[in-house]
């Protein structure tokens, strides 16, 4: 049985966050308690700002979880884009988190920065990680013009480094977008793991129930057999 999952995207600003809420409400109402997890954070905003940049994921992530979490529980490390000085990733505390985390609930749904070849500074991959700790990814792809090639590339890279790509999402940030339907039977046909769901695009989804928009009967076997 999964016990953790790592949520990707196929960029920046395609709604990882939002995916993650969308999972986490649709575990805790079918397979039991779910909480997220966003071990690092990057911000480009001074020190002043960073709070608020903060809480824009934090506050939704501990939202959509029954489990009372603080900020440091979700969020143990932040990089400030701004700084001089390269920095330096303690993944040790990351792994400690997610050990106390998984005291706490069945499932941690652990959300991502950028897309898979995330750098977090001049050596080290995001990916890196997750690869080193076999951890199964679902792919968020934020429907727009361009998607399929970045669904497609980013799908096929996750499967050549070794790693489970057990579902996607699509996530529709382009409400004007007139071939989405299009869009949706190519990504089924090329990426070869199940779409979990389709998120509309939607004012204040962190405000919402999303969890109709994802397949809860797929995602329940796919938790249970994988």
Known sequence: MLTSLFITGTN???????ATRALLQSLNNNTGSAIGYKPIIETKFQKTSVADELNKFTSTIIQSSPISLTANEINPVIIQNSQEQESIIDFNEINKKIT???????????????????????????????????????????????CI?????????????????????????????????????????????????????????EERDLSEYIDKKLLKNMMRNC
């Open 149 to 205: 090639n970045h669904a497609l590339l980013t799908a096929q890279a996750i499967i050549q480094d070794g790693v489970s790509l057990i579902g996607w999402i699509a996530n529709r940030i382009n409400p004007g977008l007139t071939c989405y339907a299009k869009i949706i039977d190519r990504l089924q046909c090329h990426i070869s793991a199940p779409k979990l769901g389709e998120i509309p695009y939607l004012l204040r989804p």
């Open 12 to 18: 920046t600003h395609v709604g990882k966050t939002i």
């Open 100 to 146: 106390t985390l998984k005291q706490k609930a069945n499932y941690i749904i652990i959300e991502g920065c950028g897309g898979w070849r995330h750098l977090l500074n001049q050596q080290t991959f995001y990916s890196d990680w997750v690869i080193q700790k076999k951890i199964p990814v679902i792919l968020v792809v934020g429907i727009q013009p361009g």
